[in-house]
C-alpha cells in the first residue's frame, strides 16, 4: 500500500498563497493519476484538483479555477498544489489521494490518501 504525505498546510491570511506538497512512498506513483480533496468541519471532501500521470491533464472545479495549480514531479513521487489568493472558505484538511478508476472528481475513485495538512485562511 503506497503511503503519502502532505505539508506544507499553515495559516495565511485572505489574499495569500500557500504550496502543498505529497510525497508518495511507491515507485509506481508516477503510473496513476493524483487529486486534491479538501475537507471542511462538518463537510465531506471535494475535489479541488486533479492531475494526470503524464502531467498533460489537470482538471479544476469553478471555486478554484484559475487560483489552484497542481503539478507533478515523478522523478521525486510528489506533487505539488500551488494555491493562490486564498479564501477563507478555503480552510480546510487538505488531503491528497491517488487516483483508482472512476470519474477524477469522485472521491470514491480514490484508493489511497494521505493524513491529510491544516490550512486556514483567516479574513
Known amino acids: 500500500q503506497v503511503q503519502l504525505v502532505e505539508s506544507g498546510g499553515g495559516l495565511v491570511q485572505a489574499g495569500g498563497s500557500l504550496r502543498l506538497s505529497c510525497a508518495a512512498s511507491?515507485?509506481?506513483?508516477?503510473?496513476?493519476?493524483m487529486g486534491w480533496f479538501p475537507q471542511a468541519s462538518g463537510k465531506e471532501r471535494e475535489i479541488v484538483a486533479a492531475?494526470?500521470?503524464?502531467?498533460?491533464?489537470?482538471y479544476y472545479p469553478d471555486s478554484v479555477k484559475g487560483r489552484f495549480i497542481l503539478s507533478r514531479d515523478n522523478a521525486k513521487n510528489t506533487v505539488y498544489l500551488q494555491m493562490n489568493n486564498l479564501k477563507p472558505e478555503d480552510t480546510a484538511v487538505y488531503y491528497c489521494?491517488?487516483?483508482?478508476?472512476?470519474?477524477?472528481?469522485?472521491?470514491?475513485?480514490?484508493?489511497?490518501w494521505g493524513q491529510g495538512t491544516q490550512v486556514t485562511v483567516s479574513s
Open positions: 511507491d515507485r509506481t506513483f508516477s503510473y496513476y493519476p
Open positions: 489521494a491517488r487516483y483508482s478508476s472512476g470519474s477524477y472528481y469522485l472521491e470514491s475513485s480514490y484508493d489511497s
Open positions: 492531475i494526470s500521470w503524464s502531467r498533460n491533464d489537470t
